[in-house]
């Protein structure tokens, strides 16, 4: 059924460069995630994991093609529209955490939900039952800074789903992570997405990560591939 889609992908096409130098990353790429599924994008770096994801997220704008997030079409919507749909739908995870430094854990994870409207005591009750569920509520008035990579982290998906997105994209989230603390983190970062019904999709290069997806999907010549790991 379509409205079972969370995110479509149809058609994608994204280069780099002009004239005789042009870097052909994604050529028709087509994907769809569905309600509550978990999806795993390995494939080897430089092939456009990032650029992929990006534009699932409106983050950036593909060269062709066509990105539907929620049953809404994006292609043809302004950057306002795309804004407030990447604000409600998507939540994002990147590789370094990009938390705000100048403010507190509990502040970064409120802060997608006050620029949403919500009142300020409501966003920081969700604020601390996110950071409490991720297990890092003692730590949610340290700063960035203070706190270790793997917590940083954790802060990260904590304010990633604080609006309760359609769908989460993670871009090799525990990449800069030692392999117990990776393993940790995705352990939290999985049972909040299983827990929600949250759909995501998930680039890694850890493979025992991605066989714990639903699915596994590669890039290939540009386009997206399932695969078996
Ligand atoms: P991955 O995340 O799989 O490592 P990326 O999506 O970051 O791959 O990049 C794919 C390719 O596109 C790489 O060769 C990269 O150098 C190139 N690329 C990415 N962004 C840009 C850009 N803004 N300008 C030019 N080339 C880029
Ligand atoms: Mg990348």
Sequence with gaps: ???????????????YGQGET????????DFTLKTGETVALVAPSGT????????AGLLEHPDAGEVTVGGIACHDLG????????????GFV?????????FTALENVMM???????????AKERGKQLLDYMRIGPRAEHRPA??????????????????????LLADEPTGNLDPE?????????????????????????????ARRMDRCVTLVDGKIVEFHP
């Design 1 to 15: 059924m379509a409205n079972d889609v969370v995110l479509s992908l149809a058609g994608i096409d994204r280069h």
């Design 22 to 29: 042009v870097l052909s990353i994604l050529k028709g790429a």
């Design 48 to 55: 456009g994991k990032s650029t992929l994801l990006h534009i």
């Design 79 to 90: 950057d306002e529209q795309r804004t407030t749909i990447r604000r409600n739908s998507v």
């Design 94 to 102: 990147y590789q370094f955490h990009h938390l705000l430094p100048e």
């Design 112 to 122: 997608p939900q006050l620029i949403a409207g919500l009142p300020h005591a409501e």
């Design 146 to 167: 203070e706190l270790s990579g793997g917590e940083q982290q954790r802060v990260a998906i904590a304010r990633a789903v604080a609006n309760a997105p359609l769908v």
């Design 181 to 209: 603390t990776a393993s940790y983190v995705f352990s939290a970062l999985e049972a909040l997405v299983r827990q929600s019904g949250l759909s995501a999709m998930i680039a890694t290069h850890n493979h025992e990560i």
